[in-house]
Every structure is written in structure tokens, then in C-alpha cells.
């Protein structure tokens, strides 16, 4: 069983907040997930979080939040090789967070990201289904 942290709450949680001022989050949805994620690590939970993390350096913050703890870190970056796909999900995707705003297919295919040569685990959504991409997963964890 996994403590559960999204991104997307954290961050829609601190614009209602109405506190953030006018450049928004920034990293501040990031910063409050490691904060959670090291106290649930602490309490000897472990933790699985849903996140885009685009760039090495918030990639490396959740290796050092892990390391820090002495806990296992398992990296997944879950890609798309089909465009038509992708785009057809990115448009179609349900809003389940409240208030949330999704990145439209521009902003998601002009959105910064960082080659991730160091992840532990590539899948493929395109031709992967859900089911066979949370088996390579729990493969991997159990592995690790």
C-alpha cells in the first residue's frame, strides 16, 4: 500500500488559496510534495507520486527527498509515441481535480522537459495498455 501524492492537487490547492500573487505556483507545488512526501517517508510509509516532472532538477529533488530517508526510489517516465494518440487523450482528458485548468496541446507540446536517460523504467502509453504498464511497474518495485 502507497501514501498517494498528485501534483495537480497540491497545486490547484494553493491557487484557491488565493495566496500565491500574480506569477502563480512556480515551484511551489513541487516544494510542498517533497515536504509531504519526506514526512510520509519518515513516518515509514511508502509513497508513489503522480507528477510530470519535466526537468532534471525536480527529478533529482525526489531522489534526494528518497536518499536523505534511506528509502528505494523508482523512477517511471511514461511517454507516448503516437502523437494522434496522445493528443486525442491530452483533449479528452477528464478534469477530476476541482478548479484545475489543463494544458492545452500547444502548451503540452511546447512545455519544457529533459531528456530522462535515468529513469528506471520507460513505458510507452501508446503501446503499452494501463494494465501491462502497472505490471512493469509493480515488477519494478518488487524487484527493487
Known sequence: MFAYIRIDSIEQALRDS???????????????????????????????????????????????????????????????????????RAEGRVVDVPGLKLPDWQAIQTREYDAWDSADLHIDTGTTSPHDAASLILGAISAG
Open 18 to 88: 488565493g495566496e500565491m500573487g500574480p506569477d502563480g505556483v512556480q515551484a511551489a507545488g513541487y516544494l510542498a510534495g517533497y515536504a509531504v512526501s519526506g514526512d510520509l517517508l519518515d513516518g515509514g510509509n511508502d509513497v508513489l507520486v503522480e507528477c510530470v516532472n519535466p526537468i532534471e532538477a525536480t527529478r533529482a529533488a525526489w531522489r534526494d527527498v528518497a536518499e536523505t530517508r534511506g528509502a528505494a526510489v523508482i523512477e517511471v517516465e511514461l511517454h507516448c509515441s503516437a502523437p494522434e494518440v496522445h493528443r486525442a
